[in-house]
């Protein structure tokens, strides 16, 4: 069975990536699949063991780490984050996609062990914009809102080993590019497949 690609999806806190990874789950099933992180945070209202992350402590998390089961790790606004191989393995092989919601300092750690994945940096329509988005979230301190929006532009330099960018001013307009990244990357490389399948050679 021909293997699936990793799309990583990154941007700053605030940017609305999770919502255009969710409406892409949602709405689109058999285009990819999204693993579930492990982080070292508590988890926000409504969030679940398993579904949403793994909600792990320090030392847990150090036990996986010591045990080689991330494909990348990145501490976070004093929190760890980490995606497992054992997730990303599974689903490539059964030949989809896999979607990576993760910083940007992990997606440029996969894109060194995986050189074939995809970097997708989600943009926000403005800087004010971004903080309006994470204000209203109300899950922050105004301690944690000053680190976020001190660490933005950092964020912006990282992201030019970035292969797409889409910003995020309307939500169905955001998701619509993101599936045509994927859709556009699936075909590349077809000529040999076509190849092996008219004459049986590549």
């Known amino acids: ?50 579904v949403h992350y793994y909600f792990r402590t320090n030392e847990e998390f150090d036990e996986m780490l010591k045990a080689g089961m991330f494909l990348e790790t990145v501490d976070k606004y004093t929190h ?7 997730e990303v393995e599974r689903i490539l092989d059964s030949g989809k996609n896999v979607i990576l919601e993760i910083e940007m300092v992990g997606g440029l750690n996969v894109k060194k062990r995986i050189p074939e994945s995809v970097l997708v940096f ?9 903080t309006k988005r994470i ?26 080993g970035y292969e797409y960018f889409v910003v995020n001013d309307d939500l169905t307009d955001a998701v619509e590019k993101v599936r045509s990244i994927i859709i556009a990357e699936g075909l590349k490389g077809e000529g040999k497949e076509i190849k092996k399948q008219y004459f049986g050679r590549e």
Do not use: H, N, W
């Not at 760890?80 to 054992?86: E, I, K, P, Q, V």
């Not at 989600?122 to 971004?130: D, G, H, K, V």
């Open 1 to 50: 069975m021909r293997s699936g690609k990793v799309f990583v999806i990154s941007g700053p806190s605030g940017v609305g990536k999770g919502t255009i990874c969710s409406v892409l789950m949602r709405d689109y099933p058999e285009l990819a699949a999204t693993t579930v992180s492990v982080t070292t945070r508590a988890p926000r209202a409504g969030e679940i063991d398993g």
């Open 80 to 86: 760890r984050y980490g995606t497992l191989y054992s």
């Open 122 to 130: 989600i943009l926000p329509p403005s800087l004010e914009a971004l």
């Open 135 to 160: 204000l209203s979230r109300g899950s922050e301190t105004p301690e944690q809102i000053a680190v976020r929006q001190a660490q933005v532009e950092e964020e912006f330099d990282l992201s030019a």
